[in-house]
């Protein structure tokens, strides 16, 4: 049976309620789940399916409504000071935002068929939307999970709140129709940790720009960034936090400084991300600049701050080496832009990032928080130009598997799946859409009776 037919999908409202997806990338609260939500709905919108992306504002001069491609829109709601705050405090403007969501879909005399929300604050908001919108079915992602970031947390202050963990089991069991887990570890996370039924979720990878991440002379690239042409650079993109393992990366190389310093003779190391230039800086840049100064790498390690998304594929392409030293990463979307590019990388074995990247083809695994192994494979990769060259071809093959046309039809088959369930008293018999080393399974039964 055609689905498009049986049940057309003609507007999506999608939830961020923490985070804007157009913000700038490498801020506090800033990384892959903006690009995910920005490039997906962009997607979307370039089929000619309306969404609207409703996001916190967090700042009074931004226009209320931007438009993201021919169909899509991105709503920021006034829900509390408009200015960005802590993720916990966000939680205490829920009700406002619901309202506010509410009452601008009142007043445009629109109408959705589905929400989509992304994280866990937007999951709470998908199910108080449900009372005021005739009980849309609700896809969620989360992006991160409290209690994995729990279990590498090293001190209280690192640590996600009871209330998150809380949230996150209330939209699992209560909330959510379908669950989206980036990979087969994530499943097993939200299975093992949370007691999620296995049948409510369905293993989706995040997507790439392929046109945006496309290949670039490194000499070109290299000048556009202000690097030496004939010189190499390690890469390190993403927020500056503890979880992101950005000690171990420099560790690594006052390793490679201590034991081989000619290897280093021409070599930069650039981190992006955080603001390195603020009056105040906030504890864990202030602590890797201190930690650089330590090892004395001030004229190696260069800290370039957060950079627009349009800058990215010049700093990717420059680079010989992307480093990902993260503690805990549900996929690991900057490995996946590197690999667009053609860059190889090397990534601690954890989360996403086991999966995504392939050892010794696009890139290595080392164990999380090992410097001395960190070094080990730098080392190689900086001395075998070949090596180099191999690897970063075979990531560039592998990385167009993920384009976001098939990441978003795999999507909309799980749209289609729950809206015919809602609308058929049928049970859809599962099938299997094979993605790159995933296979998505729609659930077989759906925690609603029509």
């Known amino acids: 049976m055609d689905l498009f037919k049986k049940k057309p999908i003609n507007r999506i409202a999608v939830l961020s309620v923490h985070t804007c997806p157009l913000a700038m990338l490498g801020g506090k609260k800033t990384g892959g789940m903006n690009v995910y939500v920005r490039d997906f709905c962009s997607e979307l919108a370039r089929r000619g399916v309306m969404v609207d992306v409703f996001t916190r504002s ?18 920021h709601i006034a829900a509390g000071p408009e200015e960005p705050l802590p993720v916990p405090e966000v939680a205490n403007y829920l009700d406002e935002f619901v309202s506010g969501v509410v009452a601008f879909a009142a007043h445009e005399g629109i109408t959705y068929d589905l929400i989509h929300s992304h994280y866990w604050l937007s999951g709470l908001v998908a199910g108080r939307l449900q009372s005021f919108w005739d009980d849309l079915p609700i896809v969620q992602m989360f992006h991160t999970l409290g209690h994995m970031k729990n279990q590498i947390a090293t001190n209280d202050a690192h640590r996600a709140p009871q209330s998150r963990i809380d949230g996150e089991m209330k939209v699992i069991h209560d909330i ?25 979720i369905s293993i989706v990878p995040p997507g790439v720009d392929l046109q945006r991440f496309a290949t670039i002379s490194r000499k070109k690239a290299k000048q556009c960034v202000g690097l030496d042409r004939d010189g190499q650079n390690i890469l390190f993109v993403g927020r500056i936090e503890p979880l992101k393992g ?34 105040t800086l906030d504890a864990e840049m202030a602590r890797l600049q201190t930690m650089r100064e330590a090892l004395g790498l001030q004229e190696l390690v260069t800290f370039v701050g957060s ?52 050892d010794g083809v696009t890139g290595y695994h080392v164990p ?36 976001w046309s098939q990441i978003v039809d795999t999507c909309w088959e799980i749209y289609q799946s729950l809206l015919w369930e809602r609308t058929e008293d049928v049970e859809l018999l599962p099938h299997t859409l094979f993605m790159p080393e995933f296979s998505f399974q729609p659930p077989s039964s759906l925690p609603f009776a029509v």
């Not at 931004?62 to 991105?74: D, F, K, N, Q």
């Not at 669950?179 to 409510?200: C, F, H, K, M, S």
Request: glycine residues 6%; negative net charge.
């Open 58 to 75: 967090q700042d009074s001069c931004v226009p209320s409504i931007h438009e993201l491609g021919a169909t899509g829109r991105v709503i």
């Open 176 to 200: 959510a129709d379908v669950v989206i887990a980036a990979t087969p570890a994530e499943e097993a996370q939200l299975i093992e940790l949370y007691g999620a039924d296995p049948q409510r």
């Open 368 to 403: 999380s928080r090992d410097p001395l192994a960190m070094a080990q494979k730098m080392f190689a990769l900086l001395n075998d130009s070949v090596e180099q060259w191999q690897m970063g071809a075979s990531a560039r093959a592998y990385a167009r598997k993920y384009a």
């Open 246 to 279: 950005i000690d171990t990366l420099l560790q690594a190389i006052g390793i490679l400084r201590e034991r081989s310093p000619h290897v280093l003779n021409a070599v930069s190391v650039t981190i992006v991300g955080g603001d390195p230039n603020a009056d």
């Open 307 to 358: 950079k627009d998304q349009m800058m990215l594929p010049f700093y990717y392409a420059a680079s010989e080496i992307v480093v990902m030293p993260s503690h805990y990463e549900s996929f690991g979307l900057v490995a996946l832009e590197a690999m667009a590019m053609g860059t190889p990388v090397i990534a601690s074995e954890v989360g996403g990032l086991a999966h995504l990247v392939r």
